[in-house]
């Protein structure tokens, strides 16, 4: 039996009287479970056994805990160390009791339940971060994040963490322009950051130029061509270098265009007691020029040269190589990017065939590495008129009663233009130029919408049939349409139904969508082929949800279907009221009677079903370094006949995830790694307990967002220099994180200490430059301590050893004969070694074996001469 005691412990800690009568902590001698809140103040009394026999002098503790619980000996358990939550939630002790020091009862167990207290801080795990946006990103497009963890117990509010901004430095006119998503952590601009963020003005390098200090000579003399000054003494050129150096080599964490003091609180923020912890984040506004040009209008049937530049784009990248696809992915696509980013036409377009077309344009690295994101250039074809209108039909056919008041309408006539609806191109005008027989003021058709209706009333014995000729134009094309309109007899007669019950029909809920469940038939007595006879049926009751629906081909016969899938636990009954109607109206004074409309009551039986999931889309995004043990998503199903369900997992190929089988909640079974596998798919399935072959699936999708938790390192750790060729020396580093963590990299020498030998240059987002300030003058290897920094500010000091020898006509290293080849490293040295014991060893069994053989040889002789 098991005693669960809830301790009350010293108001001091609390904040109220608790009032505990010291007999509460008393109890038999069983097993027993307590709960004690962490940093309780020590000596302090747990509980009390009473135990029976009264020779008991003293107690015996071991297991988990022994060593900060102590027990009195007239069964006093007693804390003679604080506890820590943080360190250990659970103590398990074993009890024996002892009469002179041997055992004579038990043994029993303790639990101790460290209840968790918020006391730890959230800290984040970097005390300032880096990061690097664009001008015109996107607002609520994370480009960082930060992180902030918390010791306390995760499943209470204790380490249920939020982040907010403190400040934005600088804040013009109080305008935020950053914003950080208080759950994830993700910072992101905001609308106007969108509008607003510019960064420092620098050159820009097309393709193939490198930035360098001649090609920055002959951008400024592009731009000051009259110059004779020296560069060097040129106060606006040097005042331009050390701009564009700046701008090259920035250090966010030097020197920032913005800097976030960001706050992570626990108790989700909503407490004035929440704990807090505070960092910084350092943002350099980088340039964009890979921005969308468009839309771009281009007139249908352009009468230009063909290939034809219609825009030009600028990667961030100035080597970046450029592709260009359509998104729509149709066979024809007309166009075509160049190297330097213009975009050509390479035919006329056509706005009927197509409207307009969405361009896709990569840039890439040499490597096939996306610089920049894909890029959408909308391209609107504009309308020309270039199409004449067009008759719906080679003859409309209108009907028209007969004695039908002047004014009546007798039908609308179809025409379609296909040049762009809205526009003058496409606006019809409608006029009749012909008649048969020509009795005037008969018919009048609306200039504008092609509406005919009758002048006057029309008697059928004495014209049954009217034939037009319609003219429909556009500002520059016409055509003529034939109409036919007929005058027929006056709708005197109502449909009737063969029989208005039709009983009843039962059908099982998971009968086929389509599925005919009756046919029902009309008559009526007036002219055949007729709007009068002409037959439709409607549902008029006993389906407000519309799961029914009566086909017909309007003479007669209609088909009762079902129109949407059934449904037992919805409805169990339809009772159906069809309504048989003709299309024209009944003369005046006749009404629809009881014989045209019908009844028919359809049961549904129920069919066990499969249970079914409250969402259809399962999409989970977490971090990678989301703890063991947490909960990703809680999935929900039911079965629709309320029998038990349960759930389970499957294709976790990494063993990563688990489920409760009984509650559907799906945690965390190991540590995610999202440079293992950054995006990946498993299928929950949940099912009847007692018939487990009745199920459903769905695919969750699991999404691992990158966490900063790895710096940048370098490709090469080695390199050489010629002396007499002091070339620089070009190293190049990789991080597997993804942005914002990975590049671009900050390169610098460790310790931020400048080298008075070496000049580190950054080339690009994730290659810099070694180069000797002095020409080399003798052989000598130099390691050299760089430290390299992500984008997220993390990083590492790192060894290069360089080497500075004398090379050869075709740049190597030069060995000498006799002094560097005879040199073996140690893995050599320890390798021959290794070879000649082995050589000596088969030697040594070579003439063992060949000695052993002789003896045996000889003894035989001497064997064989004795006899």
Known sequence: ???????????????????????????????????????????????????????????????????????????????EHPLDWSRENNYIIKVEPLVEGEIVDGPIYVTINVLDVNNNAPLFNQSSYAAMVRENSPAGV??????????????????????????????????????????????????????MLKAREGILYSRGEHQSADVLKTKFSEFCPDSRVPYEDNPFYTCMERAE????????????????????????????????????????????????????????????????????????????????VQKERELKFPFKITENGEILLEEPLDREEKETYILVVFAKDNHDKEVDPPMEIVVVVDDENDNEPECAEEQSVFEVQEDEPSGSLVGQLEVHDNDKEGT?????????????????????IDNTDGKIKALRSLRRKEESIFNLDVRVSDPEFSTVCKVVIKVIDVNNEMPLFEKTDYDSET?????????????????????????????????????????????????????????????????????????????????????????STAYVSISITDVD????????????????NTTKGSVLLKVEAKDPEGKEIGFKLEGDARDWLEINAETGEIKTKQTLDREILESFEVTVTAFEKEKPDMSAERVMHVRLLDVNDNSPKLVETQGFICIGK????????????????????????AKSKKSPNWKLNKIDETTAELTLTKPPTEEKNITLQLNIKDNGGMGINQAFHMRVCNCTNLGYCYMQPGVHGSKYGVGATIGILLGVMGFCVIVFIVVIKRTNRERKKKAAEEETMMH
């Open 726 to 749: 002091s070339k620089s020396v070009v190293i190049k580093a990789v991080d597997p994180d993804s942005d914002p963590y990975s590049q671009p990299f900050t390169f610098e020498f």
């Open 609 to 624: 079903e499969v249970p079914e999931f409250s969402l259809d889309v399962l999409d989970v995004t977490v971090p990678e």
């Open 245 to 324: 150096l700046r701008r090259q080599n920035i250090n966010p964490l030097e020197d920032p265009d913005y800097t976030l003091i960001v706050r992570v609180q626990d108790l989700a923020g909503a407490s004035e007691t929440a704990l807090t912890g505070n960092t910084r984040v350092h943002i350099v506004v980088q340039e964009n020029f890979w921005v969308s040009p468009g839309p771009i209008h281009v007139v249908e049937n352009w009468r230009t040269t063909y290939p034809q530049v219609i825009t030009k784009v600028q990667s961030n990248e100035p080597n970046a190589v450029y592709s260009l």
């Open 1 to 79: 039996m098991t005693h669960m005691m809830h301790l009350l412990l010293l108001p001091i800690l609390l904040g109220i009287a608790t009032g505990t009568a010291l007999e509460d902590k008393k109890g038999p001698f069983e097993n027993t479970v307590l709960e004690v809140l962490e940093g309780t103040p020590v000596p302090f009394a747990i509980y009390q056994f009473q135990v029976d026999n009264p020779e008991v002098d003293g107690f015996h503790l071991s297991g988990e805990g022994k060593d900060d619980v102590r027990m009195s000996k007239d069964g006093w358990l007693y804390l």
């Open 142 to 195: 994370p480009f960082t994040r930060v992180f902030a963890s918390d010791r306390d117990d995760p499943s209470t509010p204790n380490a249920d963490l939020r982040y907010s901004l403190v400040s934005q430095i600088p804040s013009r006119n109080h305008v935020p322009l950053f914003q950080i998503d208080p759950i994830t952590g993700e910072i992101s601009t905001t609308e106007e950051g969108q509008q």
């Open 424 to 444: 003058l191109n496409s606006q019809l005008s409608y006029e009749i130029v012909s008649q048969v027989p020509a009795v005037e003021n008969t018919f009048v």
């Open 507 to 595: 059908l099982p809920e998971n009968t086929d969508v389509g599925h005919t469940v009756l046919t029902i038939k009309a008559t009526d007595a007036d002219d055949p082929d007729s709007g009068s006879s002409s037959i439709e049926f409607h549902i008029s009751a006993g389906d407000d949800d519309g799961v029914f629906a009566v086909e017909t081909d309007g003479k007669g016969v209609g088909y009762v279907v079902i129109a949407k899938p059934l449904d037992f636990e919805s409805s169990t009954i339809y009772n159906l009221k069809i309504d048989a109607r003709n299309p024209e109206p009944l003369m005046k004074g006749l009404e629809y009677g009881s014989e």
